[in-house]
T-cell receptor, first 111, second 118 residues
Framework: DAKTTQPNSMESNEEEPVHLPCNHSTISGTDYIHWYRQLPSQGPEYVIH???SNVNNRMASLAIAEDRKSSTLILHRATLRDAAVYYCILRRETGANNLFFGTGTRLTVIP | GAVVSQHPSWVICKSGTSVKIECRSLDFQATTMFWYRQFPKQSLMLMATSNEGSKATYEQGVEKDKFLINHASLTLSTLTVTSAHPEDSSFYIC?????FGPGYNEQFFGPGTRLTVL
């Protein structure tokens, strides 16, 4: 299974943008890049996903490198409610469609 | 849409007893449901994958006789922890993959069940 590498933790000031990086140098052509986040004592919440092009939704933006070996989740204005563990996951389109969670990045938002 | 519920949200049981956890997709049909386990300060670990009407596929190292999974319908999967012991205490999370419609092929997660075995 393709592996992702993320920093263990990051901090951001409230109301400022946050860029959460993810490296996935072994990504294959059919792997989608997914981001989930998990608040304390809750199940993971879907944030965004993409294949090749940058993606925007109401929660965040996803910037994907041209060679697809890295991506960045962008929270445009961090709020205290964005404090969570953010997981970058590669999902293969075919097969069992399992998501294998790495260690994730723990985001702390400073008021 | 795409809401997944789990019941109970937390449970405390005595060592040696069995505990059943339900996972339901409330507003969609799920082709596949997944069960994860998460220990404190750790990431989620996939335990098993279950398809409606067929036997679950367990990840390496997960005892299928201890963690019984039943997926009787397109909206319900159950995980039974048999003869639970304190080391089984964990946060159990299920997810469901949509059969069709918006969000098809994505996994939607339940809120988790906190199991404490005394």
């Amino acid at each position: 299974d393709a592996k992702t590498t993320q920093p263990n933790s990051m901090e951001s000031n409230e109301e400022e943008p946050v860029h959460l990086p993810c490296n996935h140098s072994t990504i294959s052509g059919t792997d989608y890049i997914h981001w989930y986040r998990q608040l304390p004592s809750q199940g993971p919440e879907y944030v965004i996903h993409g294949l090749t092009s940058n993606v925007n939704n109401r929660m965040a933006s996803l910037a994907i490198a041209e060679d697809r070996k890295s991506s960045t989740l962008i929270l445009h204005r961090a709020t205290l409610r964005d404090a969570a563990v953010y997981y970058c996951i590669l999902r293969r389109e075919t097969g069992a469609n399992n998501l294998f969670f790495g260690t994730g990045t723990r985001l702390t938002v400073i008021p | 849409g795409a809401v997944v519920s789990q019941h109970p949200s937390w449970v405390i049981c005595k060592s040696g007893t069995s505990v059943k956890i339900e996972c339901r997709s409330l507003d969609f049909q799920a082709t596949t449901m997944f069960w994860y386990r998460q220990f404190p300060k750790q990431s989620l670990m996939l335990m098993a994958t279950s398809n409606e009407g067929s036997k679950a596929t367990y990840e390496q190292g997960v005892e299928k006789d201890k963690f019984l999974i039943n997926h009787a319908s397109l909206t319900l999967s159950t995980l039974t922890v048999t003869s639970a012991h304190p080391e089984d205490s964990s946060f159990y999370i299920c997810s469901a993959r949509k059969r069709f419609g918006p969000g098809y092929n994505e996994q939607f997660f339940g809120p988790g069940t906190r199991l404490t075995v005394l």
